[in-house]
């Protein structure tokens, strides 16, 4: 079935791999301007497993089991394509995705969109669901796409012609990006041990022979082939190893349980950091089945490689540890804007123009300094919140245009 769908996607960084048009729209005063990416899928440098650039599109190079595994039903194969990153050039908080698709029955195409904050760090992947909303926690200066491609039992393939990203900075959008995950969080949880050496990972790394990594039940922490911008603390007693995310798994493919529940994909009645095989094992959660319907034999929350559960861990038999997450979601400070203003390059209305802020959009920021003052509706204010340039230093806008106290919440002085 051909298809054309879109979604909105909340991100924080542009990441893409062609150069952005701006086209920068007269909206309502609650719209910033509008800028479009669209995503290259024949890039030679971008990561891939599996799948190959055809005159349609981007489809699998080969079907049949790949890594198969009790984390999902059987199927055809699967492969992944992560576009590179492209600097946005500004401030991102949400993107509408465009995908054209061709998805025959028993086939499925997902396209996922991270992006990357003022820290330099890595938001978690979030899935242009058929809603159009997906949270993600802040503002980023740069974007990246990757899409996954399922194949049918039957030897199926989806093909993917087209994906393109739209900025969709709205006062709604920007209201929804404060959730997340807790990072450093700890939970006990039960491991067992993956195996399956020669298989290939939801990341489409073939698995080594006491291989070092783990698996979550969820995409949304997956990192690279031999990345590691997703990593988890995994300790046995005394015995530690802080290793990446590259398969997903146990059980389960969309309980990211280490959200909190507002943002968590699925099972968000269950409390942070329970897994749902987890409750399903034990309490019956679920009529005691994953999101397959399958009956969970076991409560485990993570998967970890034989070198990570032999070696780094020294365990004989699946077990309980504690898992330190390290997602990336921490949302730092952030302002919002309730009026369109300048940023400047000191904190006077002298001083040169770097960049604007828009009526509804959140922005990353540091700190705030005492400056020239400024009077709106009434009001004077002469604190102004120095914030981070998407395309490198800094900038400082009046607390005057800024939600909330004189400093918009930003409570560190510079």
Known sequence: ????????????????????????????PQEGPTDRWRVRLDAAAAEQSNVVRTGVGLTLAHGGPAGQRRTAPPAGGRGTYTAPEIPAG?????????????????????????????AGSWTQWREAGADGRIRLPR???SLQTRVSLQGGADGGAPTVSGVTLTSWNTHAEAAESGAAATAGATYRLFATREGLVGGTTANGHVIKP??????????RMLASDGG???????????RCETAPVWDVGPWNTKDDYWSPPSVRQMWNDLPQGRPEAQAASQNGYNGGRDEFGRQVANPAGIDLADGTFWDGLGMTGNGWVDVTFQPGEDPGTTVTAWAEANVRACARRSCDI?????????????????????????????????????????????????????????RTPC
């Open 90 to 118: 500004r401030w991102v908080s949400a993107v509408r995705v465009e995908a054209d698709a061709d998805t025959p029955t028993g086939t499925a195409a997902l396209v996922e969109v991270r992006g990357r904050d003022a």
């Open 228 to 238: 590691r911008e997703y990593t988890v603390r995994v300790c046995n007693g005394t």
């Open 139 to 141: 503002p980023v200066s």
């Open 1 to 28: 079935m051909r298809r054309r769908w879109s979604a909105v996607v909340m991100v924080a960084c542009a990441v893409l791999v062609a150069n952005p048009t701006a086209s920068h729209a007269q909206g309502t």
């Open 210 to 219: 006491r291989d070092h990594f783990v698996a979550l039940p969820s995409r």
């Open 354 to 410: 770097v960049s604007k802020v828009y009526a509804g959009n959140s922005y990353p920021a540091s700190c705030w300094v005492t400056g020239e003052s400024v009077t709106a509706e009434g009001v004077t204010n002469d604190k102004w919140v120095r914030l981070p340039l998407a395309a490198g230093g800094v900038g400082y806008v009046s607390g005057i245009y800024l939600k909330g106290d004189a400093t918009g919440g930003v």
